[in-house]
């Protein structure tokens, strides 16, 4: 971190989520670790936090240092493939701002077109 300290994901679901989530997006290490980088540093100056929701909000602790700021900064990016893995052979859905719908499951994403996507589900069978 910018701030010289040190942030690992140790958990095994966190890795698996983050990585799929990469790939998803298909961005190399490299270039989530700029991007990761910014935001924390963008939320350490501000003193927010990301929500599931569009919006930030205010820290309602202090964090020591960065690395600790981190982890609540990547869980809202992960949260959804962190579901997929929760629900074993479940599906989670995640809008995309580009009129776009990601199935998330343990197998991978699949993106759809939200008109499509509600096409599908309103259907029926």
């Known amino acids: 971190m910018p701030d010289n300290s040190l942030f690992r994901i140790d958990n095994k679901y966190w890795k698996k989520a983050l990585l799929m989530k990469l790939k998803s997006e298909k961005l190399t290490w490299i270039e989530f670790t700029k991007i990761f980088i910014e935001k924390v540093k963008t939320h350490w100056k501000k003193k927010t936090i990301p929500t599931k929701y569009s919006w930030d909000d205010e820290w309602e602790r202090e964090y020591h240092d ?41 197998k991978g994403v699949k993106r759809k077109k939200f008109s499509k996507w509600l096409e599908e589900v309103t259907t029926p069978s």
């Open 66 to 106: 960065m690395s600790e700021l981190a982890k609540d900064v990547l869980y809202p990016y992960i949260r959804a493939y962190l579901m997929a893995f929760t629900l074993g052979g479940g599906k989670v859905i995640a809008l995309s701002g580009k009129d776009e719908v990601k199935e998330i499951s343990n």
